[in-house]
């Protein structure tokens, strides 16, 4: 029996936020992936549950008018990673999702949760940083949208007003058309665990040999996600080589926050910084319509 | 607190008012005597609790017994026919020495039942991969995954036969 003392439902994103705005000690539950396991194991109690699994509306993936990428918050794993428009145009995403769980986990896990869950593990995390995703949060008098990387504050910790729920996240035609980008999850083993790192690298390229931008999401490089801006900053208008690759990989360790824990100690966390950074890069090269370095 | 929900387990409808606080593995075992789901973890890393949801693999210990409102459940139970005959995937499982202790069965067998009826062709590597979400601690994994090879085996070629005209 899970510690729980009270159970309320929403059937449409504005009955949710009603609620909540009666009861803000509510906590919202998407695939309970998270929240089941931290009452499991002792670290919530007394809940009292918001579901939003009834939320068809939040289940929804397009691509608007505009050509914004809309991901509904309650899409799951299994969703984002099947879904044909995410496949075609921001495949990071979908090989992020992929990499998460196993299949009974991805069968109900959300994307939404994930975000608002706020671990740097995410494993969505590192590929909406580098897509520089922008999150819809809702509450009953209105919406606001927000750069995911002014959402992650901490450890556990999101720009989450009382009230509000996250309801869709946009990726911008400007941030993924002309990009090729490349995910990589560095783990102990290919299923069911947790990243020692994660890297999400998307380039555009000037003709076919100049960098025009890079981005780089790192995911278990500090105690949230984060963006090598230095590094991208050099890149701009780089030469598209070994050695301005190489570069910025040692550029992407300074962004880096890594500490020693038990799963990989700092050292070991920069040197894959430095490294995975590089492997990203090439086949992102490749992916953008460059050649292929060697 | 209580909430009423309506759902079935192997096809049988029950309409009844659960504790929020249950899982839907306990209140299976618990209620309604479906053992075959068991409890290994609790936190939905070794699968031994995985039922199907409207056909598709969930870990029953992480899955809240409200939220089966509206649900189509089919547990180890209701995979054998109604006579006892072993499916194809049971069969497998058995001749390809599957299993072991027994213990994470009902669930590999649940995944691979779901596999077969997606109708879907599979590479070694994405069975693998759909597998994942199990673990066994007794076979090495290469017993289960002939007999996951040999159940997806049988299906194509049962619909081949059916795609001849050949009704058996």
Redesign the interface.
């Given at each position: 029996?899970?510690?729980?003392?009270?159970?309320y439902e929403a059937e449409t994103v504005s009955e949710a936020t009603a609620l909540l705005a009666e009861n803000p000690n509510l906590r919202l539950i998407a695939g309970?992936?998270d929240v089941?396991?931290k009452m499991?194991?002792g670290q919530i109690e007394d809940a009292e549950?918001l579901?939003l699994?009834k939320i068809k509306s939040l289940e929804i993936i397009r691509k608007a008018e505009d050509g914004t990428i809309v991901i509904g918050a309650m899409a799951t794993f299994?969703q984002v990673f099947h879904d044909p428009i995410l496949r075609e145009l921001i495949p990071i995403l979908t090989e992020a999702a992929?990499s998460m769980?196993?299949?009974?986990?991805r069968?109900?896990a959300t994307i939404g949760g994930n975000v608002c869950n706020g671990a740097t593990s995410a494993d969505s995390a590192s590929s909406l940083f580098a897509l520089n995703a922008h999150l819809k949060l809702e509450d009953h008098q209105g919406e606001r949208v927000v750069p995911i990387r002014e959402f992650y504050l901490g450890p556990g910790k999101v720009a989450l007003k009382p009230g509000e729920i996250l309801t869709e996240i946009l990726i911008s035609p400007a941030d993924y058309q002309g990009f090729g980008g490349r995910y990589i999850k560095f783990a102990m083993r290919?299923?069911?665990d947790i990243a020692t790192l994660a890297v999400s690298v998307i380039c555009k390229l000037q003709g076919k040999k100049t960098f025009d931008q890079v981005r780089i999401g790192l995911g278990v490089a500090g105690p949230t996600p984060l963006r090598c801006l230095e590094a991208e900053a050099y890149a701009q208008g780089k030469e598209v080589s070994v050695e301005t690759v190489a570069e910025i990989g040692k550029r992407a360790v300074n962004s880096a926050k890594a500490r020693t824990s038990w799963r990989a100690s700092k050292d070991y966390r920069e040197h894959l910084v430095e490294e995975l950074v590089q492997r990203a890069l090439k086949i992102a090269v490749v992916n953008a319509g460059g050649a292929e370095l060697v | 607190?209580f909430?009423r929900i309506a759902f079935s387990v192997n096809g049988k409808a029950f309409n009844f008012e659960v504790?929020?606080?249950?899982?839907l593995l306990?209140m299976l075992r618990n209620r309604l005597g479906y053992t075959g789901a068991k409890k290994g973890c609790?936190?939905?890393?070794c699968?031994a609790c995985?039922v199907l949801v409207d056909g598709?693999?969930?870990?029953s210990c992480?899955?809240?017994a409200?939220?089966a409102d509206g649900k189509a459940i089919t547990t180890i139970e209701g995979v054998a026919s109604k006579t006892g005959e072993l499916s194809q995937v049971q069969k497998a499982f058995v001749d390809e020495g599957a299993v072991q202790c027994g213990f994470c069965t009902p669930g590999l067998v649940l995944?691979t039942t779901a596999m077969v009826d997606s109708g879907k062709e599979y590479t070694r590597d994405e069975i693998k991969?759909?597998l994942?979400?199990?673990l066994c601690r007794c076979t090495g994994y290469q017993g289960i995954l002939k007999a996951a090879e040999k159940s997806l085996d049988g299906s194509n070629n049962s619909k081949k036969e059916l795609r001849n005209g050949n009704y058996e």
């Open positions: 029996m899970y510690d729980i003392i009270g159970y309970g992936t089941l396991i499991h194991g549950l579901s699994r299994t992929i769980g196993g299949p009974q986990i069968n109900i290919e299923a069911m | 607190m909430k504790d929020i606080r249950e899982s306990e609790g936190v939905g890393e699968g995985s598709k693999p969930y870990d992480i899955y809240l409200v939220w995944t991969r759909e994942s979400g199990h």
